[in-house]
């Protein structure tokens, strides 16, 4: 059975960073192209962050130029380095596969406070 652990979120002031980080288990990611996804209080969950199994990447407009994903294979593991964070990204962080074929994890809870 897959199970995907995030950790990494936190409380953080307007301009702070965090690094989030996720690890699969069950299944290798190696051939799998990896997102980050967010849900915000009130809206529906969104993709922010994903990354090719060649390592290419593409981010949501909102998130463009303060993220960035990256991963390693040899952990089954992805990460997401979030800086210059926004009120805005306060959010539960999660990740999986694009399209979402895991089960979803509890994900990490990123709070921003100005």
């Known amino acids: 059975q897959v199970q995907v652990v995030e950790s990494g979120g936190g409380l953080v002031q307007v301009g702070g960073s965090l690094r989030l980080s996720c690890v699969v288990s069950?299944?290798?990611?190696?051939?799998?192209?990896m997102n980050w996804y967010r849900k915000a209080p009130g809206k529906q969950r969104e993709s922010v962050a994903s990354?090719?199994?060649?390592?290419?990447?593409n981010y949501a407009a909102s998130v463009k130029g303060r993220f960035i994903i990256d991963r390693d294979n040899a952990k089954n593991s992805v990460y997401l380095q979030m800086n210059n964070l926004k009120p805005e990204d306060t959010a539960v962080f999660f990740c999986?596969?694009?399209?979402?074929?895991?089960?979803w994890g509890q994900g990490t809870q990123v709070t921003v406070v100005s």
């Open positions: 999986n596969t694009a399209p979402p074929l895991y089960s």
């Open positions: 069950g299944d290798t990611i190696r051939f799998k192209t």
């Open positions: 990354i090719q199994s060649g390592l290419t990447t």
